[in-house]
């Protein structure tokens, strides 16, 4: 008995369900011009662990040569490729959606016989949050021990694994410094867009950023 | 709360840090060749040191890299911090 | 509502405070006015009230003593009937904001402040001296429990707690800077000022709504501009520049390791105890990790020791003067002052100045200085030198103090008695360096003679101290050492300050040396004639309880502390540990640098638990992580269990049953039909390499080198110390990739335990790890009709037990989606699970409860779970195990290899102990009386040892106990000793009903042989 699914746009069912479709109403009216809440669209996402000597090779064939500088991203000339630096080996690869058993093969195939290395899909790993606008650092102060300052370390460009409230996150500063994603584990999504959702309340008083 | 230098991330919290007790112990090469207090001395006794000590630290909430630290553990200071398979800065122990 | 009192102590001009408008309020009952810019403590001051409360032990009247936070006494509840839910018991009256409609009562007053009931402990002071506590708390049980206790809870408390959760909202705030300042006194504001503007960020925190600090409370000039309006210009520059944040009503209250300071701002307590300002936080805590931090905590007075010198009406000098000129308040027009320094001079001359009559000024030393003396002596105010006060008079309010003339030997002689008449007898002891911050900091005290007070000398952390809590106490000097600490801490953090400017022009008259006096000894013998000489004025310590303490052998002055509560509670010790320590000193024939001093803890000022606790309150407590099926578990009704984090269906109970009835249905649906489970939580580590199928060899107990792609494991994973870790199964996806299953609870203690070696041990092996427990979704279908169930699902592809062999995976199109569908069974029944990416888990279920229909699919919780498989005998890790069982223990030999020359934890199953033969095993548990369920701990002994000696000889005890609707009978998993070879044994369960006959037998207690695995059975 093959189901044929419907393809609801995160919503229950659907090819793609989103662990936070019950706060989208929420997030939307939580936010406003100061600081918005919204999940990022589905991605393919590849866990790479590899050596440097292979990143010329990943490069050919995912078009973006992953960074070797810590806490920091690339991106294909398009933006819609990304490498984001995890680990002195590790990176984690993010493409447009259905993207990921290409990549995963194509560095699979590319790989140099004397090398080896880790690929995973991990696309269902995580749901992406996106914080925008100018008191979304401030927000992310309230739980996050970082340095956010906008003269500090976290500027465009860079990423940072770290703790936020009382879960594990990814952040990644994307082009514009006020917009900021927080990869979060699936099962911690909606704890963490309820805690950040609490964190907005009220943001329009608080007093000054930084 | 300490404020542990990763060698690959910088300076974050000491809850992003997984402890992993003294550094520079190394799992012998031939278990079976061991005498049980021999093996008991690698599987249960540790140092309990007064001033620097070197401790292996991960940063399992960051990059999960494991590395050394030498810390105080008087001050709490972090004197050093070195990678894997790095000797010890020169100094007292 | 009649005024009860005017503001009858309030001059008629000066002080920092809005006289164009009038606060009303409220203070045990009685309507009375202030005015913005006041405490609580200025305008009771201002209406003529000394008493505020009741001290702790023996209820004794207490006043204010004091202006600012080292105030012992003045402790009030806020809001007690107006706001139930907000009223806290611990709010100082010198640091409450006067509001509109405030209403504080005095806590610990029993039944009310007047008469106080529990005054007459004061009479018992004698029977409850040092040690007290320790002393009944080591007799009597009894009387512990139905004397002592009881009246001690109803006597000592503080106040009373909020019976209602906290409306308010608590924010947090992470924040980094290059220089922290702490205290916006002279010296702060130098030290912030020369750090301004350096394009370093400066965060300058100030316990007060004003800064200034002690500008505030006297009269001085900086550079020819007036004190006050120094500050304020101060204040102006630092709000213009871009990187300086200033935090005012700040209290800085922990300072802890590499510099990370924890600060709390009352953000909207000074409007009022009711709702805050919608959106608003009441209060926030800051969290500061600074580069540089400069304390400019500045210095509290002493107290002196002497007879009853804790009535109300008795007042440190510096604080009256505060009072006098921050907030234009005559605190009594009748003064004497004792002292031991010049310093407090200048504030009997102030009074006088304001026109109260000052009738001495008793000083213990022979030699005062000069310039105070004598312009005291040129106001003509008596100057009584070589004299101490060693009582006083009085019940609710000081009415005299007993002035008595110093002997040579250090003795106040009785002889020479003289009472002076006073309502206000102003005290001062010298100045003790606020050092609580730097103290929690690390840093290490020396006791300076010249000062004679506790400086800062040893500092471990980065920081600097500035001004009077670093000793210096001329206004000149703190200036001066607060603009260079600034300019340093600015440099070291990486800025240039450029040069700061530390001269300061500054009219302050010169005060000789303090002589220290740390009590007044009486010629008698006889101590108590004179009264009670309080220490610690918020414990009721005395100074006969520390001298009791030292003559009871105490000599360490952190026992002496703890024995007689000095410096405990919410005080910290602000005013009394000095001259504690001078006492215990003088007791023991000490110097004092040889007694030492205790450590200061935080918090500096108490805080509440629902600022530390800020947004993870409620649902966010701890984050509850969800699967990606939880919604559908909620429609069903089904109840939860934590499981570490996780939130787990624990059984789909149905309209009108409970959760026995549900589980037994669930039971029978999963044996008899098909069952569904949500088994999405298990960790899922991929792992790649050349040497991955090595790395297993390394990790599990088992043997991983033969097997095949497509075929799945059951490993089980001890610590070095042989004793089991983790288990779980591994499947070979492909020649040089696994995936591993850890349990749900460990999953990721085993990827961080994995990690380690990899790294740390075996750096060689090329091997990867990845967590995958959230890339996958796993719905998990068992029963004899599994097999039916699958085969809708997964039309087209015979996924057969034939077909399809036991503890193999292969991929699959089930319901559409991609899967992977692995043949495993921990129910020992016919059973599949499935996984499809994360997102598709919903659907998947969907499916799976669609395509059910007509198979009696029954979903099933984690207790339902349990019971099939404890009746197989299948162990759950942290269930059966507490990391004290090897797998040999637990009947699992055959899973360790005995080829294998090393994996982790071998070396430890020949170690003696692991290897004995009367190590706990194992089995199963047949209660005699089948109904029974034993209670999981139940101690299992020989039958009739609780009737023999004592302690009775424990054999082991119940691991997991369930109803077994399969067996129709009660059992249970157990650990025994030497249980192997004991099957057939009746032993007893020791239960407060007595002991329970149960029969040792095979933890396996349902289909032996395993046909039900592949769908034979039934």
């Known amino acids: 008995m093959d189901t044929p699914l419907e393809m609801g746009p995160g919503g229950p069912g659907g090819r793609w369900e989103n662990p936070v479709f019950a706060l989208e109403l929420d997030m939307a009216a939580a936010s406003g011009p100061l600081v918005a809440l919204s999940a990022a669209p589905p991605r393919a996402a590849i866990n790479l662990r590899a050596t440097e000597g292979l990143l010329p090779e990943i490069e050919r064939t995912y078009g973006v040569r992953p960074p070797t500088v810590p806490n920091t991203w690339t991106a294909s000339a398009d933006g819609a490729r990304l490498a984001l630096w995890l680990g002195p080996d590790e990176w984690l690869l993010a493409a447009p959606d259905g993207a990921a058993s290409g990549v995963e093969a194509a560095i699979r195939d590319a790989r140099a016989n004397d090398g080896w290395l880790g690929v995973c899909d991990v696309s269902h790993n995580y749901t992406t949050l996106v914080l925008r606008g100018p008191r979304a650092r401030l927000v992310l102060s309230k739980g996050c021990a970082l340095d956010l300052h906008p003269r500090g370390p976290l500027q465009s460009g860079t990423c940072a694994q770290t703790t936020m409230a009382r879960t594990r996150v990814l952040l990644r500063i994307t082009e514009e410094a006020d917009t900021i994603e927080l990869w979060v584990r699936n099962s911690f999504a909606r704890y963490m867009a309820a805690w950040l959702l609490d964190a907005m309340a009220g943001i329009a008083h608080e007093p000054r950023d930084f | 709360m300490l404020l542990i230098e990763c060698p690959w991330c910088g300076p974050r919290e000491e809850p992003e840090f997984h402890y992993g007790g003294q550094a520079h112990v190394a799992r012998p090469a031939d278990p079976a060749a061991l005498s049980d207090a021999e093996w008991a001395e690698y599987v249960f006794m540790r140092d309990n040191t007064k001033g620097p000590f070197a401790e292996r630290w991960c940063h399992s909430a960051g990059c999960r890299r494991w590395f050394n630290v030498l810390r105080d553990t008087v001050s709490h200071r972090v004197l050093a911090v070195y990678r894997m398979g790095e000797a010890p800065p020169e100094g007292p122990r | 509502m009649s005024d009860d009192r005017t503001q009858d102590c309030r001059l008629p001009e000066g002080g920092l405070i809005d006289r164009s408008r009038r606060i009303r309020f409220r203070f045990n009952g009685a309507w009375m006015d202030g005015h913005p810019g006041d405490t609580l403590a200025s305008a009771l001051l201002a209406n003529g009230v000394h008493l505020v409360g009741r001290s702790m032990k023996y209820h004794r009247p207490r006043g204010i003593m004091a202006a600012g936070a080292e105030d012992p006494g003045g402790l009030v509840q806020r809001g007690l009937h107006d706001e139930p ?393 703190c200036l001066a050492e607060g603009a260079a600490a600034g300019a340093e801490a600015t440099r070291l953090a990486g800025s240039d300050p450029g040069a700061p400017r530390t001269a300061f022009s500054v009219d302050e008259p010169a005060a000789a040396a303090i002589k220290p006096l740390w009590r007044v000894r009486p010629a008698l013998v006889q101590d108590h004639a004179w009264g009670q000489p309080f220490v610690d004025f918020q414990n009721d310590t005395t100074a006969h309880d520390i001298r009791q303490a030292v003559r009871e052998g105490f000599e360490s002055v952190e026992h002496v502390k703890r024995y007689t509560l000095t410096g405990f509670g919410t005080d910290q010790g602000k005013t009394a540990n000095i001259n504690a320590i001078g006492i215990q000193a003088e007791a023991l024939g000490r110097p004092i640098p040889e007694v030492g001093t205790t450590t200061f803890r935080p918090p500096y000022t108490p805080v509440t638990f629902a600022a530390m606790a800020g947004r993870d309150r409620g649902e966010r407590l701890d984050p509850a992580r969800l699967t990606a099926i939880h919604d559908r578990h909620v429609a069903l009704g089904a109840a939860f269990e934590d499981v570490g984090q996780w939130k787990r269906p624990w059984y789909y109970p149905r309209p009108g049953e409970t959760m026995h009835q549900a589980v037994a249905r669930e039971c029978r649906a999963a044996r008899e039909a098909v069952g569904v489970l949500d088994a999405s939580t298990l960790g899922k580590i991929d792992i790649q390499g050349p040497d991955a199928a090595e790395f297993l060899n390394r990790v599990y107990t088992n043997a991983w080198s033969k097997l095949e792609v497509g075929r799945v494991r059951y490993g089980v994973m001890c610590r070095e110390d042989g004793m089991v870790f983790d288990d779980g199964t591994t499947a070979r996806i492909d020649d040089t990739r696994y995936l591993m299953t850890t349990t749900t609870g460990n999953a990721a203690a085993v990827l961080d335990h994995l990690e380690e070696y990899l790294q740390t041990e075996w750096p060689d092996l090329r091997v990867r790890l990845t967590s995958v427990t959230e890339q996958w979704a796993t719905v998990s279908i068992a029963g004899p009709k599994a097999g039916s169930l699958m085969a809708r699902l997964a039309s087209g592809q015979d996924l057969s037990p034939a077909a399809f062999a036991f503890m193999s995976w292969r991929p699959a199109t089930v319901a559409g989606l991609n899967a992977r569908v692995f043949r495993i069974s921990f129910t020992g029944e016919l059973q599949y699970e499935i996984n499809v990416p994360w997102h598709q888990g919903g659907a998947l279920w969907d499916a799976v409860m669609r395509a059910g229909t007509g198979l009696g699919v029954t979903p099933y919780g984690t207790e339902t779970m349990h019971v099939l498989r404890a009746e197989k005998g299948f162990i759950i890790v942290g269930q059966e195990t507490d990391g004290t069982q090897t797998p040999i223990d637990l009947g699992m030999d055959w899973i360790v290899s005995k080829k294998k020359p090393d994996f982790i934890g071998k070396r430890s199953f020949t170690r003696s102990d692991t290897a004995r033969a009367d190590r706990r095993h194992l089995v199963g548990l047949l209660p005699k009386d089948k109904r029974q369920v034993f209670p999981e701990g139940s101690q299992i002994v020989e039958t009739g040892a609780t009737r023999g000696t004592k302690p009775v000889p424990m054999l082991g005890y119940v691991s997991s106990a369930y109803w077994s609707p399969a067996l129709d009978s009660g059992f249970a998993l157990a650990l025994v000793a030497g249980g192997r070879g004991r099957f057939g044994d009746t032993v007893a369960v020791a239960l407060p009903s007595g002991e329970q006959p149960a029969v040792i037998c095979d933890p396996v207690m349902l289909d032996k042989e395993g046909a039900r695995r592949d769908g034979h059975a039934a």
């Open chain 3, 85 to 477: 839910a907000r009223t806290d018991p611990d709010w100082r009256a010198t640091q409450t904001a006067l509001v509109d409609g405030l209403e504080a009562y005095t806590v610990g007053a029993w039944p009310s402040l007047d008469r106080d009931a529990g005054a007459v402990l004061g009479l018992a002071s004698r029977v409850m001296g040092a040690g007290f506590y320790y002393k009944i708390m080591h007799g009597s049980r009894w009387m512990w429990e139905h004397v002592h206790e009881p009246l001690i809870r109803k006597a000592a408390g503080f106040g009373v707690c909020p019976d209602q959760p906290d409306p308010d909202v608590y924010d947090h705030r992470h924040v980094h800077c290059e220089v922290l300042v702490v205290g916006g006194g002279p010296a702060g504001l130098a030290a912030a000022g020369a750090a301004a503007r350096s394009g370093a960020r400066v965060i300058l925190a100030e316990q007060d709504e004003r800064l200034g600090g002690s500008l505030l409370g006297r009269r001085r000039a900086i550079d020819g501009q007036g004190g006050v309006d120094w500050a304020a210009a101060m204040e102006a520059r630092l709000r213009a520049s871009p990187d300086v944040r200033l935090l005012p009503r700040t209290t800085v209250f922990g300072y802890h390791d590499n510099n990370y300071l924890v600060a709390l701002e009352r953000v909207t307590d000074h409007l009022g105890l009711g709702p805050a300002p919608p959106g608003r936080p009441r209060q926030r805590l800051w969290h500061i990790r600074a580069k540089r931090v400069v304390l400019a905590t500045g210095a509290h007075e002493r107290p002196l020791v002497f007879g009853d010198n804790d009535r109300p009406g008795i007042m440190l000098a510096g604080a009256a003067q505060t009072y006098l000129h921050r907030w234009a308040v005559l605190p009594g027009r009748d003064v004497v002052l004792f002292t031991t320094n010049d310093r407090a001079y200048e504030a009997a001359l102030d009074l006088h100045a304001a026109g109260a009559r000052i009738h001495a000024i008793v000083d213990s030393r022979e030699a005062p200085g000069a310039a105070l003396p004598a312009a005291a002596r040129a106001a003509g105010i008596r100057v009584m030198t070589g004299y101490v006060v060693g009582g006083t008079s009085g019940v609710r309010h000081v009415t005299g103090a007993s002035v008595m003339k110093l002997g040579a030997d250090g003795r106040a002689s009785p002889h020479a008695l003289d009472t002076l008449p006073c309502d206000l007898l102003l005290v001062s002891g010298g100045l003790s360096p606020v050092v609580h911050l730097f103290s929690q900091s690390g840093g290490k005290l020396r006791y300076d003679d010249g000062r004679a007070a506790f400086v800062p000398d040893r500092s471990v952390q980065a920081l600097a101290n500035a001004g009077a809590c670093n000793g210096t106490f001329d206004l000149a000097g």
